[in-house]
């Protein structure tokens, strides 16, 4: 993973989440814009975002140690059970589909995808007495998890805690249902449905408003400034009549400025860091046409990923971008533009940047070299989970950091930056992410119990093995069963160190 090597005043490590969260809200004046080089120059852009906190339940230790081992292989699903294993179906569906027939299910209203129908649930009122949700005769199986679904989400008031409730133990495939609830869930659309039409319509003019401004060709603003020179140079009355004037042409606008105020300068600098971007996007799930591929579907999928990662590198130079932030761009991108909701659908980069901000802005310190040893850095968070497992499970914890000296540096540092991206396939990814957004523990703390969780999964596995088995286990884990896997992460004994929060 890159790192970058950054001097910031004790000022700006104390205001750095904050000020990455803030850029959802919106922005202001652009007289404003202007800060020192190693802040995350947001001011202008809003209110700051509310993150999750944990509640601070107690739960009961989990002691069955036989229990943890034998359920590595996982477990047969049931015909209509809501599980992975619908989302695999999905994904597989979609991978199935050709493009121009990918293009025709955006346009519909209601859609099928090989003879699965999708239930449609649209962001977007349709009035008052009209019912947002089509429930097709094909979903009869999950007919009850879906109602119970399109209950809450039709209120006029959603209630969060209800819908975080629901949303732990997995969210429905299709419809649009998990794209609506994640944007509840990360604070980016309003409990208020009334608010809805609004928010998202101003949030996606600011998201366009920021691409105008930061990710402009500078030949085009160049030219731009020329066409405006020459209207105004027309508009005047000739005072000078037969004399030619020379055009004051700024030291910004030449290619080969090495100004830092000029646009070129920036473009060139930033040239490197879209360079980056685009090996990475090669790289993301090259399993899945999605992302892959020289299709166009693929290529105008990774071209919306790099706006959105390349603008987040910009507008925050203290952090700018680091490896690894495309695996977790991936998931919002791919529920967001899956959308069968059309309007939904269309808008997904704008929606995904914002809710991947919102996300970066819980663990941003994570990504600061320089914050590595602070309250609020990654060894902080690595010495939360050795401590977590130590509470539940001295033996094992004593076995791996004192007698084989693996670390958690060793194994969980990808797996805590990476909010486990890199650990499974895409459908598990994405019912793990559907309990993280919506634990009441808040994102990280949950986090941590899934890592924990997967160590005592494998207990019996890491107690038999010595530091290379072990570490070549945690950094190859195995298939699991998921919902087992996050049962356990959500019935582990808290501990004081682990709820407290740095401050």
């Known amino acids: 993973m890159l790192k970058l090597n950054l001097n ?85 569906a979609d991978e199935k589909r050709s493009e121009l027939d990918f293009e025709a299910n955006q346009m519909g209203t209601e859609s099928t995808v090989d003879g699965l129908a999708i239930v449609l649930f649209s962001e977007v009122p349709l009035s008052s007495s009209r019912s947002c949700f089509v429930m097709q005769p094909e979903l009869m199986g999950t007919q009850s998890i879906v109602e119970e679904f399109a209950v809450v989400l039709s209120q006029k008031h959603i209630n969060l805690e209800k819908l975080q409730g629901l949303s732990s133990s997995g969210l429905p495939d299709g419809g649009g249902l998990r794209a609506t609830a994640w944007k509840l869930l990360l604070g980016y659309l309003p409990a208020s449905r009334d608010m809805w039409e609004e928010e998202l319509a101003q949030n996606r003019l600011k998201y366009a408003s920021l691409k105008e401004e930061f990710l402009l060709d500078p030949s085009k603003s160049t030219n731009r400034n020329y066409e405006e020179l020459v209207a105004s140079e027309l508009e005047k009355k000739h005072d000078l ?123 941003v310190d994570h990504f600061c070299q320089q914050l590595d040893n602070s309250s609020v850095g990654i060894h902080s968070t690595l010495s939360r989970l050795a401590g977590l497992l130590k509470a539940n499970d001295e033996e094992l914890w004593w076995h791996l950091e004192i007698t084989n000296k693996v670390n958690p540096q060793f194994y969980a540092f990808r797996w805590i930056t990476l909010l486990l991206t890199q650990e499974f396939n895409f459908s598990s990814i994405i019912r793990i992410w559907d309990s993280l957004l919506s634990s009441s523990f808040g994102v990280q703390e949950m986090l941590l119990r899934v890592c924990c969780a997967m160590l005592l999964c494998v207990k019996s596995r890491l107690l038999s093995g010595d530091f290379t088995t072990n570490l070549k286990l945690l950094q190859h884990y195995p298939e699991i069963n998921i919902n087992h896997l996050l049962q356990v992460a959500q019935e582990l004994t808290p501990t004081s160190y682990f709820s407290l929060v740095p401050v």
Not at 23 to 50: M, N, P, Q, R, Y
Not at 308 to 313: E, K, N, P, R, W
């Open 8 to 92: 910031l005043s004790e000022k700006t490590k104390r205001v750095l989440p904050d000020r990455l969260g803030s850029l959802i809200a919106g922005f202001e004046t652009k007289e404003e814009e202007d800060v020192g080089e190693s802040g995350l120059g947001l001011d202008h852009l809003g209110e700051e975002l509310e993150t999750f906190h944990s509640c601070g339940y107690d739960l009961e230790t989990v002691s069955d140690e036989e229990e943890w081992d034998s359920m590595i292989r996982p477990i047969p699903v049931k015909e209509n059970q809501s599980s992975v294993v619908s989302v695999a179906e999905m994904i597989s």
């Open 241 to 363: 009549d037969g004399l030619l004037r020379r055009h004051d042409i700024s030291h910004g606008d030449h290619p080969l400025s090495n100004r830092k105020a000029s646009i070129w300068h920036q473009y060139f600098q930033d040239a490197e860091i879209a360079e980056q971007i685009d090996r990475d996007l090669q790289r993301t799930h090259p399993d899945m046409k999605f992302f892959s591929g020289d299709s166009s579907l693929s290529r105008n999928n990774r071209q919306a990923m790099r706006n959105i990662l390349l603008l987040f590198a910009k507008l925050n130079p203290a952090i700018r971008y680091v490896q690894g932030m495309n695996e977790v761009l991936a998931p919002l991108y791919y529920i967001f533009s899956t959308n069968p909701d059309e309007q939904n659908a269309t808008n997904a980069e704008a929606d995904s940047f914002s809710c991947f901000v919102r996300l970066l802005s819980d663990s």
